[in-house]
């Protein structure tokens, strides 16, 4: 299984740009790589996914190197409202969906 | 809303009672998941179903069994609740499991166990 690791915590200000790095050393060729983002007192939620180079939506872009080692969620201008808590996960080679100790952003005025 | 409800949503009991938590979907996907999320923790995974049926175990499976008799309805069960127990319970599915399919949580269900 392909651990992750991320940083505990991150603090930024509104308007700014976060870049929350993962760290995933034994990724399987078939795994994807998904963030999710959690509010207090409520389930994760998907965010964005990819398997390599750049993928974009609306809320965010995942970088994903050639290696795949690791991967960077970028969160552009951030508002109070990004206050929350991020997880990557890798997924594909496995049912069995374990999730990291994600990463504490917060949004400061 | 991905047609998730965990209930109870709160629930407070006493150390050594059994106690049955339940996840109904009304998407009829294959893949359920429960996790618990303890500060410190993040989420862990306690068990998952692939199918009717068909459970296996996750990381932190220990004192929690699980059912899956219908394809709506993903049971976790704490045999003899202990104080350890005391966390928020997460249900989560997935129409592709461990593929890239995306996965939809519950709302949560909060156990105290005194």
């Known amino acids: 299984l392909a651990k992750t690791t991320q940083p505990i915590s991150m603090d930024s200000y509104e308007g700014q740009e976060v870049n929350i790095t993962c760290s995933h050393n034994?990724?399987?060729?078939?795994?994807?790589i998904t963030w999710y983002q959690q509010f207090p007192s409520q389930g994760p939620r998907f965010i964005i996914q990819?398997?390599?180079t750049k993928v974009t939506n609306e809320v965010a872009s995942l970088f994903i190197p050639a290696d795949r080692k690791s991967s960077t969620l970028s969160l552009p201008r951030v508002s109070l409202s990004d206050t929350a808590v991020y997880y990557c996960?890798?997924?594909?080679?496995?049912?069995?969906?374990?999730f990291g100790t994600g990463t504490r952003l917060q949004v400061f005025p | 809303d991905a047609g998730i409800t965990q209930s109870p949503r709160h629930k407070v009991t006493e150390t050594g009672t059994p106690v049955t938590l339940r996840c109904h979907q009304t998407e009829n996907h294959r893949y359920m998941y429960w996790y618990r999320q303890d500060p410190g923790h993040g989420l862990r995974l306690i068990h998952y179903s692939y199918g009717v049926k068909d459970t296996d175990k996750g990381e932190v499976s220990d004192g929690y069994s699980v059912s899956r008799s219908k394809t709506e309805d993903f049971l976790l069960t704490l045999e003899s609740a202990t104080s350890s127990q005391t966390s928020v319970y997460f249900c989560a599915i997935s129409p592709q499991g461990g593929d890239t399919g995306e996965l939809f949580f519950g709302e949560g269900s909060r156990l105290t166990v005194l």
């Open positions: 034994n990724i399987a060729t078939n795994d994807y």
């Open positions: 990819g398997y390599k």
């Open positions: 996960l890798a997924q594909g080679n496995t049912d069995k969906l374990i």
